[in-house]
């Protein structure tokens, strides 16, 4: 008996796998679908829905079908002769794949991958694990059986075979519109974060809440979630002083929180990978630096709505959850604000007892992609640009600095002074996050000081739009 093995083939994603056969004078047994031993050889963990057997007679003939969905194909009893053909976009359009298949064997077929197979044997069971459940009437991609550059080579001539009139009609390839993969939805587009990730990731799709309010229901229920692998929630409600009225509070808990418990549960069902932002205001600042196994103690509205949407997305199995902080973009933030005081003339009063790191939002896109790109764990990341902890006094001193000011302009006051006779939600006083977990992916942060001096020359001319 040999032992179960993972074999890769011509066609990317589509793998062979060799089952161990366990044979006596009984007969055989054979562990047909075994999700953890599978997986730790390297068999995407799919997530099938629906299990079909087909039992045909010698010759019959079906395919080359590539429905939208990813299918674990097996040979219960007999065999088969079993073929297939990449329909994706991209390069290896058209590859093409063939074996035999008995009970000793099963193949892995990603979703835009044609399938094809012919019976061998009288009353061969022809098994199949599928992810999506298939629906009456809609028509799936399909491709000719007797295509001349797939050149399947059909151990029993089509003409002598049982095909249905229906594959009979299939199109050869030069007529096929090639499986484009499914995309990368950004939502929040318009936001500071958004822009920079619609920059960092070219292919996506961003769209921001006008087009799809994470907080409907109906509007979520309607949306095509089936064209999407990766979905980037960088949405959220970041009004912390006004999260602390009535109102603010129905809204913060909205979208911090009940859209992600949403977005999650779309996640598990449509398998995309969930990308999600979190922040430091879901910790009371006592600890330094935070790690990304610390647990949640937050201060305010906000940091408590965001830390329940972060329980609902760490339930999902695939997910980034990209904790962050001192977040500045294409957008309103501290430092456009300091620059806008330095250039009118201010001098400000900042607070020096509240400290953390600047984070850029084309260095957190930046962040995102790499762990896309590199496929690195699923969990929690801290991500901010990198070097020594700086207090929001020390930020603006160097902002007043770099336009031509005197940071003396700039005044430290506490905390407590400055909120003084002001309605204001409670702020950490510590929000250094732990860069190690994320370094150790390989991902090399920009240092803070360079990166706010790249910004604030890209943002000269611009600080008070």
């Keep these: 008996m040999t032992a179960l ?18 044979e006596d004078a009984r007969g055989w047994f054979k562990e047909s679908w075994h999700r953890e031993k599978m997986t730790a050889l390297g068999l995407p963990d799919f997530a099938p829905v629906q299990s079909n057997v087909a039992l045909s007679r010698l010759g019959a003939t079906r395919g080359v079908h590539a429905e939208p969905w990813d299918k674990y194909v ?15 976009e991209g390069p290896t359009f058209g590859a093409t794949f063939h074996c035999e298949q008995g009970p000793a064997t099963a193949v892995f077929v990603p979703r835009g991958v044609g399938n094809a197979y012919q019976v061998l044997e ?37 003409d002598a075979a049982e095909v249905s009139a229906k594959d009979l009609l299939n199109p050869t390839l030069d007529r096929v519109t090639p499986i484009p993969p499914r995309r990368t939805l950004v939502i929040g587009g318009r936001g500071q974060l958004g822009q920079a990730l619609t920059a960092a990731i070219p292919t996506a799709r961003a769209v921001d809440l006008d087009e799809l309010d994470v907080t409907d229901a109906e509007q979520l229920a309607a949306w095509a979630w089936q064209d999407y692998d990766v979905v980037v929630n960088a949405a959220a409600y970041t009004a912390v002083d006004a999260a602390e009225t009535t109102t603010g509070r129905q809204h913060a808990w909205a979208l911090n929180a009940s859209a992600p ?76 604000t300091i620059t806008r005081m330095a250039e009118a003339g201010d001098r400000p009063q900042v607070v020096d007892d509240q400290i953390g790191r600047l984070t850029f939002a084309d260095e957190l896109a930046r962040a995102t992609r790499h762990l896309l790109d590199t496929r690195a764990a699923y969990g929690t990341y801290n991500c901010t640009n990198a070097g020594p902890a700086m207090s929001w006094f020390e930020v603006a001193r160097r902002v007043f600095e770099y336009c031509g000011r005197s940071p003396a302009d700039v005044t430290p006051v506490s905390t407590t002074h400055y909120t003084e006779g002001k309605s204001t939600a409670h702020r950490p006083t510590n929000s250094v996050l732990d860069l190690a977990k994320l370094e150790a992916t390989g991902f090399v942060p920009e240092d803070a000081r360079a990166a706010l001096q790249r910004y604030l020359g890209s943002h000269a001319t611009g600080a008070s739009r």
């Design 5 to 22: 093995a993972i074999e890769e083939t011509p066609i990317p994603g589509l793998l062979l796998l060799r089952l161990p056969m366990h």
């Design 74 to 88: 097996s040979v219960s009893r007999g065999r088969v002769f079993a073929a297939w053909v990449d329909l994706r």
């Design 122 to 158: 009288d009353d061969s069971a022809y098994a199949y694990l599928v992810n999506e459940h298939w629906r009456a009437g809609t028509t799936y991609p399909a491709l000719s059986l007797t295509d001349p550059d797939a050149a399947i080579p059909w151990p029993i001539p089509l």
């Design 261 to 336: 418990v949403a977005l999650a549960a779309l996640a598990c069902r449509h398998r995309f990978a969930l990308v999600h932002y979190s922040t430091d205001y879901v910790f009371d600042g006592t600890h330094s630096p935070h790690d990304e196994e610390e647990p949640v103690t937050p201060l305010g509205v906000y940091g408590q709505s965001k830390a329940a949407g972060d329980l609902a997305v760490r339930c999902v199995q695939r997910h980034y959850l990209i904790r962050t902080g001192w977040l500045c973009g294409d957008g309103h933030n501290f430092v456009r």
